[in-house]
């Protein structure tokens, strides 16, 4: 007889990283599959890097201290608001292990983030997943809809990955106001820099106003810092205590701790960059949409494109020209299930989006 394994844990759905590039004759290879930052690390952020790097031999700060008050001065909240981990995926479940009991339940959108089902279900909770609109996004009635007693938090990812559509400030607050006031709201805004919808949510805004909605960021995206794996949320100081107490002792690294300096005291070069980002992503999704495909509006470092059932096969032409996407495919020929299918393109190299384009063009 073996070590015994929670059941749980043996259901959890398995997350499935972005495949690395696939080479191909004669073609540079490019990954379009995880949303990351294409640009190498700025020379400053590398020199503080390799300087902590030399302190290998202690432990990191286990209070984030240099980093939690960076971060609070930046955004204008107090340090003690602010809970690190190794990602903001790594807050999340930190956030929904501090809140949720075997039973409880988590309304989410679907399809959104990937990894929230996994987070959910990890403390024994059920996930009570939202059907997105027919443009992608997050249907905010239908959510409110599907609070009940159990409910102990909700998921509102704006930008929503995959989709990329934002949820709208003023829809967010009518909907925040529905929901219990010991109800967590955990609006997650990993794509936060790429937005340039001025009706997009602002989750430090919402945060000011109500006791129970948990911002989340990350330095993985727009910092371009997704090897260290560091993110962090925002939220009133009791809920941040909880987050810390349920964290990893020491789990961001003194090498990611320097990172984070140095890439708040670049900000101004590392934001330029982004703003490339988000040329690039408007020529992608003009091009698609000239194309006549229908693609809905990208607020992130990527676009989605609706394949349904002919999810793979676009995958597959993709990859036939050294471009590496994530597909969604369905996992059955029901019309929710094919609504929900389609391909993620992340916003890559000025080469990238010009292949992405023909290769759209001819197989479209």
Not at 118 to 145: N, R, S, W, Y
Not at 340 to 363: H, K, Q, Y
Request: proline letters at 7%; one cysteine or more.
């Amino acid at each position: 007889m073996g070590v015994r394994i929670r059941p749980v844990v043996g259901a959890l759905p398995v997350y499935r990283a972005g495949r690395p590039p696939q080479a191909q004759p004669g073609l540079t290879a490019y990954k379009l599959s995880s949303n990351e930052n294409p640009w190498p690390p700025l020379p400053g952020v590398m020199a503080a890097v390799e300087a902590a790097a030399r302190t290998m031999n202690r432990y990191p700060d286990a209070g984030n201290s240099a980093i939690s008050e960076g971060v609070a001065q930046r955004l204008g909240v107090g340090a003690e608001q602010i809970a690190f981990g190794t990602g903001s995926v790594a807050v999340l479940y930190q956030l929904l292990q501090a809140v949720c009991e075997p039973g409880d339940e988590v309304v989410h959108a679907w399809r959104s983030f990937e990894a929230y089902p996994i987070a959910i279900q990890l403390p024994g909770a059920v996930g009570v997943g939202v059907p997105l609109t027919a443009t992608a996004e997050h249907d905010l009635d239908a959510m409110a809809a599907a609070i009940t007693e159990r409910t102990r938090a909700v998921l509102v990812c704006t930008p929503n990955n995959p989709t990329g559509p934002v949820v709208r400030h003023e829809e967010l607050v009518r909907f925040c106001r529905q929901v219990p006031a010991d109800v967590m709201v955990v609006v997650d805004e990993a794509y936060v820099e790429f937005v340039r919808d001025p009706d997009a949510a602002r989750g430090l805004d919402l945060l000011a106003e109500l006791d129970n909605v948990v911002v989340l960021r990350t330095f993985s995206k727009a910092y371009g810092l997704a090897g260290f794996r560091i993110g962090y949320s925002v939220s009133h100081a009791g809920v941040a205590a909880a987050v810390r107490a349920v964290s990893l002792p020491f789990g961001v690294s003194s090498p990611a701790q320097a990172a984070v300096l140095a890439s708040l005291e670049a900000e101004d070069a590392l934001l330029e960059r982004v703003e490339l980002l988000v040329g690039e992503r408007g020529r992608l999704l003009t091009g698609l949409r000239d194309l006549g495909l229908e693609v809905p509006d990208a607020q992130g470092n990527f676009v989605w494109l609706p394949a349904g059932a002919r999810t793979l096969e676009w995958a597959r032409a993709f990859e036939a020209a050294a471009l590496t996407v994530r597909p969604f495919a369905p996992a059955g020929d029901s019309p929710e299930e094919l609504a929900a299918a389609g391909l993620r393109i992340s916003v890559g190299e000025d080469d990238a989006t010009t292949r992405v384009l023909d290769v759209a063009a001819r197989f479209g």
